[in-house]
């Protein structure tokens, strides 16, 4: 079993043992995200797990995002209370497919999600429990670029989980609009701190 495959299963185990729900099904799509215990990164380190089941066989994608903002709306917050990032735990029915900006089909936020606000302008990412709030707040997942694998964050995320290669992100859309035909047009997503595992 590769590095990639073992980490899956302690993903899972992870989602697993906090209680979190597991959808079983064909095109039933299970989205995970990893934060990397890496805090002042400016890169696509952390991952999105998308587990779903296909002819009784159980399938698993990973592919490289930030869960993080990247540290240019970190320095620059365009809103009062700080920049926002993602708090983990389980967001039932929060995203739909829908437009990102108006400009292209990914999974947009309906629903509420919690969010630390990183409101001290500076590259380290701070997510103290006194900042944290509720609500719907545009938290998509996305894409970077949209002709080649991004590195750098830098303006890609003001919060957002997306993801690095356009191809990767390609996939997961053409997923989940597999899912919504199926199961209706909401799809739930988790995300795990690295330390949970």
């Known amino acids: 079993m590769n590095a990639i495959a073992q980490q899956a299963v302690k993903v899972l185990r992870a989602h697993k043992a906090?209680?979190?729900?597991?959808?079983?099904?064909?095109?039933?799509?299970n989205l995970i995200g990893l934060r990397s215990?890496?805090?002042?990164?400016?890169?696509?380190?952390?991952?999105l797990f998308v587990f779903y089941d296909l002819h009784d066989r159980a399938m698993m994608h990973c592919f490289d995002i930030t869960t993080d903002p990247g540290t240019f709306y970190r320095e620059h917050p365009i809103?009062?209370?700080?920049?926002?990032?993602?708090?983990?735990?389980?967001?039932?029915?929060?995203?739909?497919?829908?437009?990102?900006?108006?400009?292209?089909?990914?999974?947009?936020?309906?629903?509420?999600?919690?969010?630390?606000?990183?409101?001290?302008?500076?590259r380290s990412l701070d997510m103290k429990t006194d900042?944290?709030?509720?609500?719907?707040?545009?938290?998509n997942l996305h894409r970077a670029n949209e002709r080649r694998q991004s590195t750098v964050v830098g303006k890609w995320s003001a919060g957002c989980q997306v993801v690095a290669d356009p191809l990767d992100f390609n996939i997961?859309?053409?997923?989940?609009?597999?899912s919504a035909d199926i199961y209706g047009p909401l799809f739930s997503y988790t995300l795990l701190d690295e330390a949970e595992l």
């Open 18 to 29: 906090a209680g979190y729900p597991v959808f079983y099904g064909d095109y039933n799509l």
């Open 37 to 47: 215990s890496m805090r002042d990164s400016n890169a696509f380190n952390d991952r």
């Open 79 to 122: 809103n009062v209370d700080g920049t926002a990032v993602v708090a983990p735990g389980h967001y039932s029915k929060c995203w739909e497919i829908g437009k990102h900006r108006g400009l292209y089909d990914a999974l947009v936020q309906v629903d509420d999600m919690a969010v630390f606000r990183d409101n001290n302008a500076d």
């Open 131 to 139: 900042t944290l709030q509720v609500g719907i707040f545009g938290i």
């Open 172 to 178: 997961v859309m053409a997923l989940a609009k597999k």
